[in-house]
């Protein structure tokens, strides 16, 4: 006999602390529609206030490149020396780059 999953589709969520700041992956949750997703991750992941701003996606909806699979994709782009922080000279004044 086949163990059925009943728990729904697994969804990735993301908070921003503040606002203006970067979303970072806070965990995972289950769910069968978006609104369960949502409100799932905010009971979760939100109760105590942790952020302002919150993203849930699929698990499956996210695509990934890795080092092993797409080696050239990660490849420098040496022959693009402006792209280079060394290429530029740093202003005065300025403390943090």
Excluded: C
């Amino acid at each position: 006999m086949k163990n059925k999953d009943n728990q729904g589709e697994l969804w990735e969520v993301f908070i921003q602390s503040k606002a203006g700041q970067p979303y970072k992956h806070a965990g995972s949750v289950h769910a069968y529609d978006r609104e369960m997703a949502i409100d799932n991750a905010r009971d979760a992941y939100t109760r105590r206030g942790e952020g302002t701003g919150l993203w849930v996606v699929k698990s499956k909806e996210i695509v990934a490149v890795t080092p092993n699979e797409e080696g050239y994709f990660f490849d420098p782009a040496n022959d693009k020396v402006y792209r280079h922080p060394t290429f530029y000279e740093m202003p005065e004044g300025v403390k943090q780059m």
